[in-house]
């Protein structure tokens, strides 16, 4: 698919208007009204301060917002900013607002901003998500290892709650690791940066011509980077913190992690049965760190959500879980709630058979994502016990014994993936 196919002539009239760049940083949005006024100010802000002589691009690729979110990006003032902090721009910084056709999808927005690139030959690129707590710090901390260092993605870590980033931390971290042997601990990132050449790599790839290719598009990218030998490091963020407090549907959720993994485990297949230690990236600016605020989580509503599931939907489980792993999952739901514990062994078996389900077809894709969605609330009710009273320490060597046995399992996940159960 061309970049002219998709660009309106509006935009790439803008487009050349503002020539080559040094730096572009995208800004997706959909009715982002509420947040965006303050993330492009401080985008503003950190390319000011830390890349005055940079030729820059703000772009906002915007996925039909019925409020005034494109409004607001375009009225947030250079001048105005530049009076009230005393910085000054070497270079005319230019800020653009487009809308994309079809529905708001964040592998449109990122498709946008690559077709844009492809134009304006930019050396590093970032992308911050319209409800973020951004700081103006965190430009530089993306965008320098790319400018600077010569590395090709930059994804980052955070200061956050032990309890945030659930699916993240017992399915997609654990399986990229598994799979890819990359320890990239946000694969799936909503704040991330990448160089032009990378970004020209991802442009030309043929997932977008499937209209999935469109799901989980940052993820794929990850995965593209670590699989085609692109370099990768890690960046200290500070608090992963949002401004948009909308409360969470976890089958929407399933829908757009867990069922674009699957899908791009059909590009890069598990062929592999030999697991390969895990190699490190680098870490810029320190580690992950976790809070410990208090935080409620009904833990038995959980537990009986995982026990409903397993009873309600046997017929679906049996079309998709080997006899073995459906059995002993109907024993977890059949005990009281004080005796439940979801190991990881059992975890990891049933979610490496949801991928070969998957794979094979073996009912609707969607009814199978929708399916793993009780099962994964009875892992995260036992996730909450272990972790509720543990140190930051402890924390960490929970997920890292996750991570080790969906390595240790993984000639499983290939037997599936080759010959089914």
Known sequence: MAEGSILSDDFLRELMNVGEVDILIGVPTYNSAATVGQVVQAVRAGLLKYFPRQRAVIINPDGGSRDETQALVRAASISDLQHASNLQALRTLHSISTRYDGEARSGKALYTLLAAAELLHPTACAVIAADSAVEPEWIPKLLRPISSDNLDLITPVYRRHKFDGLLVRNVVYPMVRALYSKCVREPYASEFAFSGRLGSHFFSREIWSEDQGFAGTELFLTIAAINDDFHLAQTFLGTKASMDHTPSDLVLAMRETVGPLFWIFERNPPVHAVPVDCSSIANIGGEAEITFEPRRINRKRLFQLFADGVRELEPVLKSILSPSTLASLQRSASVGEAEFCFSDELWVRTVYEFAAAYHHSVISRDHIIQALAPLYR???????????????????????????????CKPYLTELWNGRK
């Open 378 to 408: 009875g892992k995260i009710h036992t996730f909450v016990g272990e972790n509720r009273d543990a140190a930051s320490l402890e924390v960490d060597q929970h997920i890292e014994s996750l991570c080790l046995t969906f390595e240790r």
